[in-house]
Structures are given as structure tokens and as C-alpha cells.
């Protein structure tokens, strides 16, 4: 599927961000999904860039995929490839296997983030094998399959003692450094982080980040 993104830029670089969820029973209409809604509606409200979504409801085949993964990033060019489900210890937990046999590079710091964040709720998330990676000038990241563990991963725990940052702080600069258009962010959801040098300033808006 593949819609159309929102207006009203304001300068904006647009950003192409690809959304799967990955169920067999989902895929198959067993139950609806609710990965793909749960990530639009967060990013939707954390990004101020114009987004074009493409979104991939697919079944746990390893084969499925590194297809459709290969497919978001070499011929519909997104910047940004989010997914959920399928990272778990069962036989048909293959997401992590098949987002690393697309990889040019892997990023194991966002699966740390994520397994820290889960650790702050149930010793279970330790069982979670969620993989970062890079394929040309796009950054790959699994998902908890969760619509609530799948905010709390991006936003992080803010009120926590420590505060544990989301994953999602850190995106837009490792974009900006692998080539990838400028993500702003709203700070109230998520505030993106950038070295000062890094950081675009905007005449009569101040400096975004």
C-alpha cells in the first residue's frame, strides 16, 4: 500500500518511511492488525516532516521479509523502514535473521535501548532480539510487536528515575549521517538530538532539531 504524504511542510525535507508488521495471523485476517496503526499514529504525531508512508502487512517467512525489506529500501527508496513483530525466541521469530541478511552495516545500540526500556516493566524483555541495521542510505529498526510497548520503545521513559531516553531521540542525526533527508521532530513527543553542528537553523523559527 502506498499513500500519499501530508502538506503543509513549511520547508521541510519529505521523508519516506516504510511500515511493516509482520503476522502470520494478521497477514492471514485471523485478527486485525495493530502494528502498523500504532506506529503511524506515533510518528505521525512525532515528525513534522512531510511523510510518504508504505506500509507491508506480511507473514513470520524468513524469505517474505528480506523481500520486502530489500523492496522498501533499493526500489521504493524510503529512508526510514520500521517493523514489528516476529522478534521473539518462537520458531517463527525470524524478523531479526532476516533484517540482518539485508544489512550493510548493523546498529546494535538501538536493540540495547529497546531491551532496557522493556527491562523497566518485565524481565521477559531479555527474550526480545530486536535488530538495528543499515542498508545503503536507510535505517532499518525492529520493533516490539505491542502498540504500547511500541511508544514506550520510540519515546522512551521520561518520568523514569533514571529517565531512560526512546530510540527515536537518535534517529534523525544517524539518518543525516547516512545520507538521509532532515527529520525534525515535535519536542513534546520526542526531541531528536544533534550536535550543535549538526543542526539547521531556520530564519524567524530558530534552530530545529
Known amino acids: 500500500m502506498n499513500e500519499a504524504g501530508t502538506g503543509g511542510d513549511g520547508g521541510r525535507d519529505r521523508v519516506r518511511i516504510g511500515l511493516v508488521s509482520v503476522s502470520d495471523r494478521a497477514s492471514t485476517g ?11 499514529d506515533w510518528l505521525a504525531r512525532a515528525v513534522l516532516n ?10 513470520d517467512d524468513a524469505a517474505t521479509i528480506v523481500a520486502t525489506l530489500r523492496e522498501l529500501v533499493d526500489n521504493v527508496r524510503c529512508d526510514l523502514v520500521l517493523t514489528t513483530g516476529g522478534t521473539g525466541p518462537a520458531p517463527r521469530d525470524v524478523t531479526p535473521e532476516a533484517t540482518l541478511a539485508i544489512a550493510d552495516k548493523e546498529m546494535p545500540g538501538f536493540g540495547e535501548q529497546m531491551r532496557r526500556i522493556g527491562l523497566a516493566f518485565v524481565p521477559t524483555s531479555i527474550l526480545s532480539r530486536q535488530v538495528a541495521v543499515i542498508r545503503a542510505k536507510a535505517l532499518v529498526i525492529n520493533l ?7 511508544a514506550e520503545t520510540l519515546e ?8 531512560l531516553p526512546g530510540i527515536f531521540a537518535a534517529v534523525p542525526y544517524c539518518i543525516d549521517l ?4 532532515y ?11 544533534r550536535p550543535k553542528s549538526a543542526l539547521v537553523k531556520r530564519s524567524g523559527r530558530g534552530t530545529l532539531a
Do not use: H, M, N, S
Not at 183 to 193: I, N
Open 30 to 40: 485471523v485478527y486485525e492488525d495493530k502494528g502498523i496503526p500504532a506506529l503511524r
Open 144 to 150: 516490539p510487536g505491542q502498540p504500547k510497548a511500541i
Open 156 to 163: 522512551g521513559l521520561p518520568r523514569a528515575t533514571p529517565p
Open 50 to 59: 512531510p511523510v510518504d508512508w508504505e506500509t507491508r502487512l506480511i507473514p
Open 178 to 181: 547516512i545520507g538521509g533527508p
Open 183 to 193: 527529520l525534525e521532530t515535535d519536542a513534546a513527543v520526542c526531541a531528536a538530538f
